[in-house]
């Protein structure tokens, strides 16, 4: 796999890998703000720690534990901009699958395309081929097209996963079928055949989650710790205001091995590494390169 967790703001998937890599093995690690649980993920298909412990002051780990046990929505259900806000701090589905870039805040949609999508989900759900047709047609409507192409409806029909519906040149992309299609993805990622009843396990370790403050988990003898905290100077990912001087206070008390993603640290800990990756939440400039640091604490080296 390349992708690891849910669809996340802030996410280390594409990092995963090398953080894991970079990580000593060890019997448990605890993944202590999982956000979308990308390293948790990849922890638990390395196999290097007997147990992986995820946990996060947000329900976002509820999500992502729901994902792992294969107890997600089938997606079929339409989100409104109405529903989103009314259920997105109570469902972590929602607020994460139906937000914009999944930022946690913003509904997925901007008005002005959002009965457009809504028609095309209520395509890809209708329980009858002849409904499917009347709202492909619709669709075609809605984009101004003349005529509808034969080979289209074909494709809608026979495609089950999908992330975009072709539209002659046109492709406009179903945020919302991606994001659960991802949430599938981590759910088969757990066996190596079918899941279901008598599926072959493929991760190889055990886990277990939590809702809870870093501050509240107790960290068992030979145990590593990874921290993917809100970076110092950017935007919050929900309202939180995290304390970053309370954390270091922490982490300079820890004796179990700790790593630090971030930026920049203040001078008690040390830069052990560093990756380039390049931003895909500008609103700008999408090639935007930015250098993630793992740091020590310097009393641990």
């Known amino acids: 796999m390349n992708n690891y967790g849910i669809g996340f ?36 298909l390395s196999g290097k720690w007997k147990c992986v412990h995820f946990s996060d002051i947000s329900d976002s780990v509820v999500l992502f534990r729901d994902c ?17 806000y009314k259920r997105k701090d109570k469902d972590p589905y929602v607020r994460i699958a139906w937000s914009f870039g999944n ?24 329980p009858t081929p002849n409904e499917r047709r009347l709202k492909f047609k619709e669709v075609c409507r809605l ?46 990622s757990r066996t190596t055949g079918a899941v279901g009843r008598g599926a072959t396990p493929f991760f190889k370790g055990e886990y277990e989650m939590k809702v809870a403050d870093y501050r509240d988990i107790d960290i068992l003898p030979d145990s590593v710790i990874y921290c993917d905290i809100p970076y110092k100077g950017t935007r919050e990912y929900r309202r939180d205001i995290f304390d970053h001087n309370a954390f270091y206070e922490w982490a300079l008390a820890q004796t179990a091995p700790l790593f630090i993603s971030e930026y920049s640290m203040p001078s008690d800990f040390e830069c052990v590494a560093e990756f380039e990756r390049v931003s895909t939440f500008s609103a700008t400039n999408n090639s935007l390169r930015k250098i993630e640091r793992i740091f020590r604490p310097k009393t641990q080296l």
């Open 68 to 84: 792992l046990e294969g107890n997600i929505p089938d997606g079929s259900e339409w989100i409104s901009r109405e529903e989103f």
């Open 103 to 126: 930022n946690q805040r913003d509904y997925l949609y901007s008005r002005e395309i959002e009965p457009y999508k809504k028609t095309v989900h209520e395509m890809l759900y209708a």
């Open 143 to 188: 984009m101004g097209k003349v005529k509808c192409r034969p080979y289209d409806m074909e494709f809608a029909e026979k495609s089950e996963r999908f992330n975009s519906l072709k539209m002659g040149v046109v492709r406009t992309k179903l945020q919302s079928f991606e994001a659960t299609n991802r949430l599938v993805e981590i759910a088969d």
């Open 9 to 44: 703001q802030g996410s280390k998937s594409r990092l995963a890998e090398r953080i894991i890599d970079l990580l000593p093995s060890a019997t448990h690690l605890y993944d202590l703000f999982c956000g979308g649980g990308a390293i948790s993920h990849c922890a638990l």
